[in-house]
């Protein structure tokens, strides 16, 4: 081994599918997602709501887990979604996440290529997702992938009271 090798002290990165174990890291790193986005006053997530959502009887998406030697370094939460134009299923990946001391290290390009990798052999026609338009470095990083930002598009949201309102008029529909 060389000098140098023996004075990188990198640990291997490895990917795994989350468990229920991986929970309270996983909710660390979304916590800690929300604080660099500006957002924390928005996370309402639990352990127990995430168990439910990743593992419960009708899994509304899925987790995997990124690992530096053996601490959590980072995740992904990704799930099926249809194109109707494309006339097939993609994924959408919600979050994306690598603890800033990781960072730099090509770890969140191979978290990318991991759920990448899934959604083909998923048969998904394509891979989306959202970032801030603040978040420079995220756009840069994503368009050095091959990326194409969708400038046409606008994101909505319904939560709270708007979602409740609309809903309560289409259960008298």
Avoid: C
């Avoid at 990083?141 to 609309?166: C, I």
């Amino acid at each position: 081994m060389s000098e140098e090798a023996a004075a990188d002290p990198r640990p291997e990165f490895r990917i795994d599918p989350a468990s229920e174990r991986h929970l309270p890291a996983i909710l660390r790193m979304i916590r800690a997602l929300a604080e660099y986005e500006r957002l924390s006053h928005l996370v309402v997530a639990t352990e127990a709501g995430l168990r439910e959502a990743f593992f419960g009887p009708r899994p509304a998406a899925e987790a995997i887990i990124a690992f530096a030697g053996e601490e959590p370094a980072g995740f992904a939460v990704f799930f099926r979604n249809f194109s109707t134009f494309r006339g097939g299923a993609g994924t959408y990946l919600e979050d994306l996440y690598v603890e800033p001391r990781w960072r730099g290290q090509g770890l969140g390009r191979r978290i990318l290529a991991h759920v990448a990798a899934v959604a083909a052999a998923r048969g998904s026609e394509r891979l989306e997702w959202a970032a801030l338009d603040w978040n420079e470095p995220a756009v840069r990083f994503y368009e050095r992938l091959g990326a194409e930002r969708m400038d046409d598009w606008s994101v909505f949201r319904l939560t709270g009271e708007a979602l409740g309102r609309l809903a309560r008029e289409g259960k008298r529909a």
